[in-house]
């Protein structure tokens, strides 16, 4: 027993000269660097990442009196890649720029594929995905239940914004109102609005306080004239930013963070509008539709495909009402679409 004692308590002794030593070389390798990027370090900071560029990324002071101003700052080699949205440890130097020295632990992760294919994270700590769609251009059940679908599966709580509410007066388009009020039903925030008249955007701004919100949704639903009337200043949406990269060539592609007046923050860039259409799992297409997942294993066959075999516990649950008929045609509309066998 003793001799057993002493034997981890030497293995914890070398482990923890092992642990000293990779700290001491680390740190000699952090004055290193240090020194080269121009000497004297202030105290260690929160800050908060509102744009990446390459190896640079901008933070935002969020202690001090310098609270709300932007530096651009390197990172350290031994951290991971940042996003938008990061929140990080980081060093103020002499010359209004910084390193940043930590990463602190992301609550949720947005991810693309990036040109090869694989899947990069491109934002950090969004809880909130806006899913926008109008009477016009004509919305698609299953491009709606995908964005659902997505924002299970990243963690996100999503919102149904129904915009051109001023449209649903007409006939053609009235039975749109129906489905934002189906979603309702599932359990879903809804809100119906109209960019336009200004109809609902109280209620929009304060579901958005509070989060970090992502505004998806189909070409022409209206979501740069939601984010126009949301962000007022337009100089903090566009013009700021080629200002301070001096280029401006990666105004359009980068991810971009920026603070609603009204509280709430936004994360936005061409790419992230995209988010949730591609890389979903079978499993996880099906965990994504909310009310299927009383039914999720309960059919009388283990590799159900729930299209047409008996004992099928989504299919009896179409028949008696507790799932809609829309939203199984929505799902092997997805489901038909998704690459993996
Ligand atoms: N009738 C009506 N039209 C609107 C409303 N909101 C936006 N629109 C119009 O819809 C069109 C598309 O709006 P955008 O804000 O550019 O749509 P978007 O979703 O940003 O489109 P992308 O930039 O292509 O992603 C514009 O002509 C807007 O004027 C609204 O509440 N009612
Ligand atoms: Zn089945």
Known sequence: MAKRNLTRRQKWRIEKIQEERSARANRRGERAEETLLGG???????????????????????EGEDRGQVRRCHRRANLPALVTGDRVVWRADNQQSGVIVALQPRRTELYRPDHRGQLKP????????????????QPHRNLIDRYLVAAEQAGLEPLLVLNKADLLAQPEHAQIRGWLDDYAALGYRTLCLSADSGNGLDQLREELRGHVNVFVGQSGVGKSS??????????????????????GTHTTTTARLF?????GDLIDSPGIREFGLTH????????????????????????????????????????????SAGRMESYRHIRGSLTED
């Not at 004297?40 to 969020?62: K, M």
């Not at 200043?233 to 566009?238: F, S, T, W």
């Not at 930013?241 to 280029?247: A, C, N, Q, V, Y």
């Not at 294993?297 to 179409?318: I, K, S, T, Y």
């Open 40 to 62: 004297d370090l202030g105290p260690e900071q929160e800050g908060l990442v509102i744009a990446h560029f390459g190896v640079q990324v901008d933070v935002e002071v969020l």
């Open 122 to 137: 491109v934002a950090a700590n969004v809880d909130r995905l806006v899913i926008v769609f109008a009477p016009l251009p």
């Open 226 to 247: 939601l984010i126009n009337a949301l962000l007022p200043d337009a100089d903090l949406r566009v013009g700021a930013l080629s200002e301070m990269t001096g280029k």
């Open 259 to 263: 603070h609603f007046p009204a509280g």
């Open 280 to 323: 979903i799992s079978h499993a996880d297409l099906l965990e994504g539709f909310i009310e299927f997942r009383p039914f999720l294993g309960h059919c009388r066959f283990r590799d159900c495909q729930h299209v047409h075999e008996p004992g099928c516990a989504l299919l009896d649950a179409v028949a008696s009402g507790a799932i």
